[in-house]
């Protein structure tokens, strides 16, 4: 059984700050591709951020750019996502994934992940 576990949303202010964080219960994670998604109410799911077995960031996207940073314990089984200067726009249930097969890290969007977090609110207003 694979777990992922998010936590650390909330709602915050505008410009504000929240660190998300997420436990992985996977055997050999720091073999594996993790990364953050969001999905806004009407919107498509998209990626956020991926890091590589290696913690190499592989992927911040674009409206993250500058903004947020993801990092990844040594024991590589916990992801973490830094949000500074949040916007209204990055309101969104923020899921955390893992890809649990090979391949190219920075390849991968969200259909390549094969197991996902149950999700955590972030609202900025």
């Known amino acids: 059984q694979v777990q992922m576990v998010e936590s650390g949303g909330g709602s915050v202010k505008v410009g504000g700050s929240l660190r998300l964080s997420c436990a992985a219960s996977v055997y050999r994670a720091s073999t594996y591709c993790m990364g953050w998604f969001r999905q806004a109410p009407g919107k498509e799911r998209e990626r956020v951020a991926t890091m590589d077995g290696y913690g190499t960031v592989v992927f911040i996207a674009p409206s993250a750019k500058g903004r947020f940073t993801v990092t990844r314990d040594k024991d590589k089984s916990n992801l973490y996502l830094e949000m500074n200067s949040l916007k209204p726009g990055d309101t969104a249930m923020y899921y955390c994934?893992?890809?649990?097969?090979?391949?190219?890290?920075?390849?991968?969007?969200?259909?390549?992940?094969?197991?996902w977090g149950q999700g955590t609110q972030v609202t900025v207003s």
């Open positions: 994934a893992v890809r649990r097969s090979g391949g190219y890290c920075s390849d991968f969007d969200k259909t390549d992940f094969t197991n």
